[in-house]
């Protein structure tokens, strides 16, 4: 079964700070991975996909993730946070021919002066 | 248009009471999904509508019956609620074709059981 692994269920940085958010991945087939941010009270919005191809994704807002096979990773970093990116993040895995998405536990972003 | 429409956004219902979730979407997507989100919980899977029939129910109670009239709208009728039902629900649309990858999400409706 595939699965995702979000380490740190908070995460505090500075503005201006680099932001890393980690999800390691469980997968027996090439893995589609995904991150989406939920700010309060709404949905969540797609911020970057891996399907295949090349390893570093961009996505929106300043965002990036790098696929490592090797390390089993697919971590979130943006250089500079701001304080609009204090949210929810969510690594997901797409499983199953419905492409059902398993979804990480969530890492809270906060972003201090 | 990326857009995914949920109404109401805000729901407040009685143990006994019958109510409906709407959501909309006009991007030609012809999966549908709902989720349930409990708070600082990631989403859990309760239905997917696949070219507007029920594929997948992960075991959902049936007090929750969804619908699909039509490949632009997916509704969740509700009866008899208990208070743990009270969460976020939420709907989500994915294109079928070769190049639909990721899921769309509406904004979600705040349901509040009583």
Redesign the interface.
């Known amino acids: 079964a595939q699965s995702v692994t979000q380490l740190g269920s908070h995460v505090s940085v500075s503005e201006g700070a680099l932001v890393l958010l980690r999800c390691n991945y469980s997968s027996s087939v090439p893995p589609y991975l995904f991150w989406y941010v939920q700010y309060p009270n709404q949905g969540l919005q797609l911020l970057l996909k891996y399907t295949t191809g090349a390893t570093l994704v961009k996505g929106i807002n300043g965002f990036e993730a790098e696929f490592k096979k090797s390390e089993t990773s697919f971590h979130l970093t943006k250089p500079s946070a701001h304080m609009s990116d204090a949210a929810e993040y969510f690594c997901a895995v797409r499983t199953g021919t419905a492409s059902k998405l398993t979804f990480g536990t969530g890492t809270r972003l906060q972003v201090t002066l | 248009d990326t857009e995914?429409t949920?109404t109401p956004k805000h729901l407040v219902m009685g143990m006994t009471n019958k109510k409906s979730l709407k959501c909309e979407q006009h991007m030609g997507h012809r999966?549908m999904y709902w989720y349930k989100q409990k708070a600082?919980?990631?989403?859990e899977?309760m239905f997917?509508y696949?070219y507007e029939k029920l594929?997948?129910n992960e075991s959902v109670p049936s007090r929750f019956s969804p619908e699909c009239p039509n490949s632009s709208l997916l509704n969740l009728h509700l009866h008899a609620l208990q208070p743990e039902d009270s969460a976020l629900y939420?709907c989500?649309s994915?294109s079928l074709t070769a190049s639909?990858?990721?899921?769309?999400?509406?904004?979600?409706t705040?349901l509040t059981v009583t």
């Open positions: 995914v949920q999966a600082k919980k990631p989403p899977l997917v696949s594929s997948i939420l989500a994915r639909g990858i990721e899921q769309y999400f509406g904004p979600g705040r």
